[in-house]
C-alpha cells in the first residue's frame, strides 16, 4: 500500500504539471471556480488493515482483513483564486448516515479456523467506521474555462466501533487523505467532481478478542472513490 500511495502521488503531480504548462494562459480559467461551493457525493470504497493477532497465550499471527462499503454525504468549501490558472481549494465533507465496514474476519485471517470457518476459539470480528469527517485543501489548475483537475490533501476522522465476539472498545479513527481529481462545471455554477483518494489512519488496537486477553493491531488503509454533485455561488 506504502508503493501505491507513492505511485498514486507521482501521477497526481505529473497530472497537474503536464495539464499546467500544457494549456494556454488564454484558456485559464481560475476566476470561473472563485467562490463558496456546496454538493452532494456518494463513495465507493474498500478498506485493508494489515496487522497482527495475539492470542492470550502470546501466539502472534499476522495476517489481513478488509471490506467494502458505499457511503453518501455533502461537502462545503471555498476556492480562492492565485493566479490566472490555479486556485486553492479549501473544504469540509462529512457522511450523513450509514456506515463503512472496513473489517469483516472469519477464520484464517486471524490464524487457523474450527470445523465452522470461525477463527480459532470464535474470534470472528467486525469493525465499523461512521460518522466520517474530513478537512482538505485542494491544490488546482484550470486547464480550460470551467474545466480543472486538482490534488487534495486531507485529515480523516471517523467513529470506530467493534461487533462480533469482541469485548474490547478501539480508539476512534484519525488518518491522512491523498487524491487526485477533476472538476466540470457549467456557466450557470452546476459542477461535477469525481476523485480517487487513499488514505492512511493510524494504528488501531483492539482487546478482549472472544472474551479472553487477545488483542488485534494493525494500520486501516481505504481506497474510494468519490462522484459529488453540486454549485459554485
Known amino acids: 500500500m506504502k508503493a501505491l500511495r507513492t505511485k498514486f502521488g507521482t501521477y497526481a503531480i505529473a497530472l497537474l504539471i503536464s495539464c499546467g504548462f500544457g494549456t494556454t494562459m488564454s484558456m485559464a480559467g481560475s476566476g470561473e471556480f472563485a467562490g463558496i461551493y456546496a454538493a452532494l457525493n456518494a463513495s465507493a470504497g474498500g478498506a485493508q488493515i494489515s496487522g497482527t493477532h495475539t492470542s492470550s497465550n502470546n501466539e502472534v499471527n499476522k495476517g489481513k482483513v478488509g471490506g467494502v462499503y458505499p457511503l453518501a454525504g455533502y461537502e ?3 476556492n480562492l483564486p492565485i493566479g490566472s490558472m490555479f486556485f486553492l ?5 462529512w457522511t ?3 456506515s463503512a465496514q472496513i473489517a469483516n474476519s472469519r477464520g484464517d ?3 487457523g479456523s474450527n470445523a465452522d470457518g470461525d477463527a480459532a476459539g470464535g474470534s470472528h470480528f467486525g469493525l465499523e467506521a461512521s460518522n466520517l469527517k474530513e478537512v482538505y485543501v485542494m491544490p488546482s489548475i484550470s486547464i480550460s474555462d ?4 486538482y490534488v487534495k490533501l486531507g485529515r480523516s476522522i471517523a467513529d470506530l466501533a467493534a461487533t462480533g ?3 474490547g472498545i478501539p480508539t476512534n479513527l484519525q488518518g491522512d487523505t491523498l487524491g487526485i481529481g477533476t472538476i ?3 456557466e450557470k455554477g452546476i459542477f461535477v467532481k469525481t476523485e480517487g483518494t487513499v488514505t492512511r489512519y493510524n494504528d488501531i488496537r483492539i482487546v478482549g478478542i472472544s472474551g479472553t486477553s487477545g488483542r488485534i493491531e494493525g494500520e486501516p488503509q481505504v481506497v474510494a472513490g468519490t462522484v459529488a454533485i453540486g454549485f459554485k455561488f
Open 76 to 78: 462545503i468549501g471555498f
Open 89 to 93: 481549494g479549501v473544504g469540509h465533507s
Open 96 to 98: 450523513a448516515g450509514g
Open 109 to 111: 485471517a486471524l490464524g
Open 146 to 149: 470551467y474545466s480543472a483537475v
Open 165 to 167: 465476539n469482541v469485548t
Open 184 to 186: 466540470a462545471m457549467t
